[in-house]
């Protein structure tokens, strides 16, 4: 079945360590995204892909770096610099923003990884 | 800013009775979607909605998209409590190069038996 998958659903990490998100599609997208998710704040983006070796940044890049080697993968790092890392992270992807049709630019999201900061 | 807003944050309803939450863009937007989160899961694309005064059905789920594409809304007829969760609105502005998707801060729907 194709789909999103994201690593691992629950993250555990003490303040001043870089961690990464695995976030992989089977379907053939070629727009990625990550959003992140705090409660009562709807979806924020981080980042976002629309093609390998390509990526812009979202509203709240900043302590965040991402990067689109494969067109299957689009893993984010949460670095020490941001500083209210504590959040559930989601990682989404479309067919190409602009392309028309029906589903164009419709998200498939993956499960999704919490991220707590101890 | 390209912002899309959403009221109410919250609902609570008792099952049988409707729910409708709303969309507001201050530009015109070239579509809007929307998506259910259930608690502890994912977002999940339910509709998109492309043409000025459209009206789209889901079963007891009834969409619409403004005659100037600015808002849109999404109304539950006879809420159950499979109903329970986030819904969020997302629209693409006209105009933007990129089609880039703008969230609503979504409505967290609770149903009581």
């Known amino acids: 079945d194709g789909g999103i998958t994201q690593s691992p659903k629950y993250l555990f990490r003490k303040e001043g360590q870089n961690v990464t998100l695995s976030c992989e599609q089977n379907l053939n997208h070629d727009a990625m995204y990550w959003y992140r998710q705090d409660p009562g704040q709807g979806l924020r983006l981080i980042y976002y892909s629309q093609i390998v070796n390509d990526f812009q940044k979202g509203d709240i890049a900043e302590g965040y770096s991402v990067s689109r080697e494969k067109k299957e993968s689009f893993p984010l790092t949460v670095t020490s610099a941001q500083k209210n890392p504590t959040a559930f992270y989601l990682c989404?992807?479309?067919?190409?923003?602009?392309?028309?049709?029906?589903?164009?630019?419709?998200?498939?999201f993956g499960a999704g990884s919490r991220l707590t900061v101890l | 800013g390209q912002q899309v807003m959403q009221i109410p944050q919250y609902q609570h309803v008792q099952e049988g009775e409707d729910f409708t939450t709303y969309c507001n863009s201050s530009t015109t937007l070239s579509n809007i979607q929307w998506y259910k989160q259930r608690p502890g899961g994912h977002p999940v694309f339910l509709i998109q909605?492309?043409?000025?005064?459209e009206v789209k059905k889901q079963k007891r789920l009834t969409f619409q998209f403004g005659e100037a594409k600015k808002n849109s809304s999404l109304h539950i007829t006879a809420t159950q409590t499979t109903d329970v969760g986030t819904y969020f609105c997302a629209g693409t502005h006209r105009g933007s190069t990129l089609g880039r998707l703008y969230f609503g801060r979504g409505t967290q729907l609770t149903v009581w038996p």
């Open positions: 909605l492309v043409k000025s005064g």
């Open positions: 989404a992807s479309s067919t190409l923003l602009d392309s028309l049709g029906p589903g164009a630019n419709v998200l498939t």
